[in-house]
């Protein structure tokens, strides 16, 4: 059974930075997209960015372009969240998820919210000063 497991949260000042791991067990991290989600004390869950299984494409909410960045290390089995130029708003538990049937092209969040199989626990990111 796949599991995921994030890694990396903490506090961290506004402008700082941070990356967050995401580790996978279970499977071949190659078959599944990976994304990360964030979830705020009060707020619906927000669809981050994610990583393509297939050619590694990426895509990203407005709110964390030019700041935050994916990556994926498949003989590692694990994908990266560099988060820089922090804001308080970025605060909240941060999630990745898998999803082997969401591919390039498609919408993100919504497709990938459709596709979405399996998740980890989360790893809370305090942006404060």
């Known amino acids: 059974q796949v599991q995921l497991v994030e890694s990396g949260g903490g506090l961290v000042q506004p402008g700082g930075s941070l990356r967050l791991s995401c580790a996978v067990s279970?499977?071949?991290?190659?078959?599944?997209?990976i994304g990360w989600l964030r979830q705020a004390p009060g707020k619906e869950r927000e669809g981050v960015l994610c990583?393509?299984?297939?050619?590694?494409?990426?895509y990203y909410a407005d709110s964390v372009k030019g700041r935050f960045t994916i990556s994926r290390d498949n003989a590692e089995n694990t994908v990266y969240l560099q988060m820089n130029s922090l804001k308080p708003e970025d605060t909240g538990n941060y999630l990745c998820?898998?999803?082997?049937?969401?591919?390039?092209?498609?919408?993100?969040?919504?497709?990938?919210?459709?596709?979405?199989?399996?998740w980890g626990e989360g790893t809370l990111v305090t942006v404060s000063s």
């Open positions: 279970g499977s071949t991290l190659g078959r599944y997209a």
């Open positions: 990583i393509t299984s297939s050619d590694g494409s990426t």
């Open positions: 998820a898998g999803a082997k049937e969401y591919n390039s092209g498609s919408s993100f969040p919504e497709d990938f919210y459709r596709y979405l199989e399996v």
